[in-house]
């Protein structure tokens, strides 16, 4: 279920997911950080002491230890109970943007607007050494999986990545023309990706030391991005008032989510990659409930008109269906579980958007300040999925063991030829049974096409015409789109 909090009294900067993603952690304009818990008999944490906003939160590996960054120019770590004890750390001369934690949670990292990133140990709090080279403020740090590397961006430009045990930069990325607000390492640790204030992202290849993709992906200053944990998607929050999932091994936007009333500020994955956490301008922190591994969301309920449109983009899968093999040639290896389309030229932006049900955000009391208005999930519907997954049945080998031609007979008793025949030909009535659901489904969009059309035929002269086929055409007529509501949840094409 998902959930929307509220407690803040300025706007949210960061938002972290526990591990065991049973809490969410929140940093603020207003100097305060919140820990939410799940359950909803339990009130938030609420920490204060920093003097400045806090602008960025992290949970350590057990989640009981929470890491803040502020722009009074310290670091505290905070007890993950309701006492709040925390340890100041007088880190930089300048406000701190960033604070990670290393996978094992022995190293911290923090970066500045003193140009420097520095790492600490989390046990003792000292000083571990300084990586000096931006010539700017430092907006963004963080570990490679394996502690080995970091990467850091900023004001200057520069996605730099730095070797820790020798503290020096290794290679520089100056892809962009803008400032850099947030660098991520992919979860195999074969590329890194960035965001910036000219709304765009990038990827780069630490093994070939080239980008591999560019997405034109906001059209406002991209403020956050974070990876999934299957290293296939990435997300990102801008001052668009958008947040939008890309699909990484296909180049192009999957969800498009819209619930803040302000921009969204930061986004994050949990460890599963099943929810998502976003915060705003707006002071409210939403928990929404995704995976795009199954491109659909839970506790989604379809009224019959949402039915009607997700029948006809399913039909239209099915006709694009042969354009997937060719956007699938174009992938190159990430690593083990993931795979990257690299763009030669334009967006990856451009790609079309998926019609899968799109994550949710439902709005629960958190706090006692009252409940919050109920988040809006939109989805990005500019054009049909095109997911060769969604049509395609599953035929198997035949000499896989029969299934369902074979139940209550003995395997001993069928020749091996007879038992391949059989599995075969179950397999092409499954295929010809989805080819008639598919058909089905093109002759009720064609009748409904034709009642709407009758109607229009019997409507007053001189009248513009409203719809066609059941797609509203819009006040001039003439721009064809489709809007449904259910339970709260807009589904816009």
Known sequence: MGRAFRGHRGGVNVV??????HQLASGSTDGCVFVWHFRPQLRPFRFVGHKGEVHDVAFGKQGQLIASASADQTVRLWTNSPQGDSHVMK??????????????SSMLLTASDDKTVKMWCTDTHKFQGSLVGHTHWVYSAVFAKTADLVASGGEDKVVRIWDVERKTAVVDFEDFDAAITKVRFHPDGSCVAASAKDGCMKLWDLRSRRLLQHYDAHTAPVNCIDFHPSGDYIVSAAEDELLKIWDLREGRMLYKMMGHSKAPTSCAFSASGKGLVSGGKDSLVFHWDCDPDRGEASDVTEAPAVAKVKSRLAFGKAVQSSSVSASRSRAISLGPRSSVALKSGGSAGSRQASSAAPPKCVDQRACEEGPVGAGEAWIAADAPMVDVRTVKPDVRAASDVPSAALRGCALADVPLPLAQTLQTMTNQIEIMAQTIQLLERRLYMTEAQVFELRGELNR?????????GGLDLGPSGGEVGVECSVSGINFVR
């Open 16 to 21: 972290d997911m526990h591990p065991e993603e």
């Open 91 to 104: 880190v930089h001369t300048g406000p701190v943007r960033s604070v990670c934690f290393s996978r094992d």
């Open 460 to 468: 007053q002269p001189g009248e513009p015409p409203k719809s066609v």
